[in-house]
Protein backbone atom coordinates (compact mmCIF):
# COMPACT_ATOMS: atom_id res chain seq x y z
CA UNK A 1 0.00 0.00 0.00
CA UNK A 2 1.86 3.37 -0.60
CA UNK A 3 0.58 6.11 1.68
CA UNK A 4 1.75 9.23 -0.48
CA UNK A 5 0.91 12.39 0.38
CA UNK A 6 -1.62 11.03 2.73
CA UNK A 7 -2.20 7.41 4.47
CA UNK A 8 -4.42 4.74 3.25
CA UNK A 9 -7.02 3.22 5.26
CA UNK A 10 -8.38 -0.22 5.15
CA UNK A 11 -11.61 -0.62 5.83
CA UNK A 12 -13.90 -3.49 5.88
CA UNK A 13 -14.72 -4.10 2.00
CA UNK A 14 -12.82 -1.02 0.85
CA UNK A 15 -10.08 1.03 0.75
CA UNK A 16 -10.61 4.93 1.65
CA UNK A 17 -7.79 7.59 1.00
CA UNK A 18 -7.50 9.72 3.88
CA UNK A 19 -6.47 13.19 3.70
CA UNK A 20 -5.80 15.19 7.01
CA UNK A 21 -8.83 14.50 9.18
CA UNK A 22 -11.60 14.37 5.99
CA UNK A 23 -12.37 10.82 6.73
CA UNK A 24 -13.32 12.00 10.51
CA UNK A 25 -15.52 14.63 8.65
CA UNK A 26 -17.57 12.38 6.42
CA UNK A 27 -18.06 9.56 9.25
CA UNK A 28 -19.13 12.37 11.94
CA UNK A 29 -21.69 13.38 8.86
CA UNK A 30 -22.88 9.87 8.10
CA UNK A 31 -23.59 9.57 11.86
CA UNK A 32 -25.38 12.26 12.31
CA UNK A 33 -28.10 11.65 8.97
CA UNK A 34 -28.31 8.30 10.16
CA UNK A 35 -29.09 9.25 14.01
CA UNK A 36 -31.54 12.52 12.15
CA UNK A 37 -33.61 9.22 10.34
CA UNK A 38 -33.27 6.80 12.99
CA UNK A 39 -34.83 9.52 15.31
CA UNK A 40 -37.26 10.60 12.94
CA UNK A 41 -38.89 6.73 12.54
CA UNK A 42 -38.90 6.50 16.58
CA UNK A 43 -40.46 9.80 16.43
CA UNK A 44 -43.51 8.54 13.55
CA UNK A 45 -43.44 5.09 15.54
CA UNK A 46 -43.98 6.61 19.22
CA UNK A 47 -47.13 9.12 17.37
CA UNK A 48 -48.64 6.78 15.35
CA UNK A 49 -51.58 5.27 16.73
CA UNK A 50 -51.50 2.06 18.23
CA UNK A 51 -53.49 -0.67 16.17
CA UNK A 52 -55.06 -3.01 19.03
CA UNK A 53 -54.14 -6.65 17.70
CA UNK A 54 -56.95 -8.60 16.79
CA UNK A 55 -58.89 -10.49 19.64
CA UNK A 56 -58.89 -13.99 20.02
CA UNK A 57 -62.34 -15.74 20.97
CA UNK A 58 -62.35 -19.24 21.77
CA UNK A 59 -64.92 -21.52 19.76
CA UNK A 60 -66.67 -24.84 20.66
CA UNK A 61 -69.66 -25.72 18.56
CA UNK A 62 -70.96 -29.05 18.17
CA UNK A 63 -72.93 -30.57 15.17
CA UNK A 64 -75.56 -33.04 15.31
CA UNK A 65 -75.02 -34.60 12.16
CA UNK A 66 -78.01 -37.27 11.18
CA UNK A 67 -76.41 -39.42 8.57
CA UNK A 68 -80.17 -39.41 6.77
CA UNK A 69 -80.19 -35.55 7.00
CA UNK A 70 -79.03 -32.79 4.99
CA UNK A 71 -79.72 -30.01 6.86
CA UNK A 72 -78.86 -30.55 10.92
CA UNK A 73 -78.71 -28.46 14.03
CA UNK A 74 -75.66 -26.97 15.65
CA UNK A 75 -75.16 -25.44 19.43
CA UNK A 76 -72.49 -23.67 20.51
CA UNK A 77 -70.24 -20.54 22.19
CA UNK A 78 -70.26 -18.19 19.30
CA UNK A 79 -71.59 -14.84 20.44
CA UNK A 80 -75.07 -13.77 18.26
CA UNK A 81 -74.65 -17.48 16.79
CA UNK A 82 -75.25 -19.73 19.57
CA UNK A 83 -77.81 -21.94 17.94
CA UNK A 84 -78.41 -22.61 14.23
CA UNK A 85 -78.58 -24.92 10.93
CA UNK A 86 -75.27 -27.05 8.73
CA UNK A 87 -75.84 -27.78 5.51
CA UNK A 88 -74.01 -30.08 3.32
CA UNK A 89 -72.00 -28.54 0.62
CA UNK A 90 -69.77 -29.89 -1.53
CA UNK A 91 -67.90 -32.96 -0.58
CA UNK A 92 -65.67 -36.21 -0.78
CA UNK A 93 -66.10 -39.02 1.25
CA UNK A 94 -63.59 -42.40 0.82
CA UNK A 95 -63.94 -45.64 2.49
CA UNK A 96 -61.39 -47.67 3.66
CA UNK A 97 -60.96 -50.88 5.49
CA UNK A 98 -60.40 -49.14 8.51
CA UNK A 99 -63.14 -45.95 8.11
CA UNK A 100 -62.77 -43.35 5.88
CA UNK A 101 -61.17 -39.80 4.95
CA UNK A 102 -63.83 -37.15 4.76
CA UNK A 103 -62.90 -33.48 2.51
CA UNK A 104 -66.11 -31.24 2.49
CA UNK A 105 -67.91 -27.69 3.32
CA UNK A 106 -70.25 -27.19 5.85
CA UNK A 107 -72.31 -24.24 5.42
CA UNK A 108 -73.01 -22.95 9.61
CA UNK A 109 -76.52 -20.61 9.48
CA UNK A 110 -77.18 -18.70 12.34
CA UNK A 111 -80.80 -19.11 13.84
CA UNK A 112 -82.56 -16.34 12.59
CA UNK A 113 -80.37 -16.04 9.05
CA UNK A 114 -78.57 -12.63 10.30
CA UNK A 115 -75.10 -14.72 9.61
CA UNK A 116 -73.13 -17.59 8.94
CA UNK A 117 -69.63 -19.01 7.76
CA UNK A 118 -68.78 -21.45 5.17
CA UNK A 119 -66.35 -23.80 6.69
CA UNK A 120 -63.60 -26.24 5.38
CA UNK A 121 -63.20 -29.99 7.28
CA UNK A 122 -60.83 -32.53 6.05
CA UNK A 123 -61.67 -35.39 8.96
CA UNK A 124 -60.56 -39.15 8.95
CA UNK A 125 -63.65 -41.61 10.54
CA UNK A 126 -64.15 -45.23 11.99
CA UNK A 127 -65.51 -47.09 15.05
CA UNK A 128 -63.57 -44.27 16.89
CA UNK A 129 -65.63 -41.82 15.99
CA UNK A 130 -64.10 -38.77 13.52
CA UNK A 131 -61.30 -36.29 14.12
CA UNK A 132 -59.82 -33.44 12.08
CA UNK A 133 -59.04 -29.91 11.20
CA UNK A 134 -61.06 -27.42 9.77
CA UNK A 135 -61.03 -23.63 8.89
CA UNK A 136 -63.27 -20.95 7.91
CA UNK A 137 -63.57 -20.19 3.90
CA UNK A 138 -66.02 -17.44 3.99
CA UNK A 139 -68.74 -15.48 6.14
CA UNK A 140 -71.69 -13.61 5.85
CA UNK A 141 -73.85 -10.95 7.70
CA UNK A 142 -72.31 -10.14 10.93
CA UNK A 143 -69.92 -12.54 10.50
CA UNK A 144 -68.36 -10.98 7.00
CA UNK A 145 -64.59 -11.62 7.53
CA UNK A 146 -63.76 -13.74 10.10
CA UNK A 147 -61.00 -16.04 10.53
CA UNK A 148 -61.31 -18.79 12.28
CA UNK A 149 -59.82 -22.45 12.57
CA UNK A 150 -59.35 -25.65 15.04
CA UNK A 151 -59.96 -29.37 15.67
CA UNK A 152 -62.75 -31.48 15.43
CA UNK A 153 -63.58 -34.52 17.08
CA UNK A 154 -66.57 -36.23 16.49
CA UNK A 155 -68.60 -38.98 18.76
CA UNK A 156 -70.77 -41.70 17.11
CA UNK A 157 -74.45 -41.64 18.08
CA UNK A 158 -77.15 -43.63 17.29
CA UNK A 159 -78.15 -42.43 14.14
CA UNK A 160 -75.08 -40.76 13.29
CA UNK A 161 -72.24 -38.15 14.18
CA UNK A 162 -71.91 -35.67 17.03
CA UNK A 163 -69.17 -33.04 16.07
CA UNK A 164 -67.53 -30.70 17.94
CA UNK A 165 -65.54 -28.15 16.54
CA UNK A 166 -62.87 -26.60 18.42
CA UNK A 167 -60.62 -23.72 18.01
CA UNK A 168 -60.23 -20.05 18.07
CA UNK A 169 -61.62 -16.86 15.80
CA UNK A 170 -60.17 -13.23 15.41
Same mark, same amino acid.
Given at each position: ?????????????????????????????? &??????????????????????????????????? &?? !?????????? %????????????????????????????????????????????????? !?????????????????????????? %???????? %? !???? %?????
Amino acid at each position: MQTCPGRTVRTIGQTVRVWGNKMFKKSLAR &AGATGVAFGALLAVGALAPAEAAPMSVSIDVVAHT &AF !DSTVNPFGGN %IPGCETGTVAEGPSTTHFTSWGGVYTGVKEFTCAGGEGGVDVRLSAVFG !DFGSRGKWHVLDGWGFLDGVKASGTL %IGTATANG %I !DDRY %IGSAR
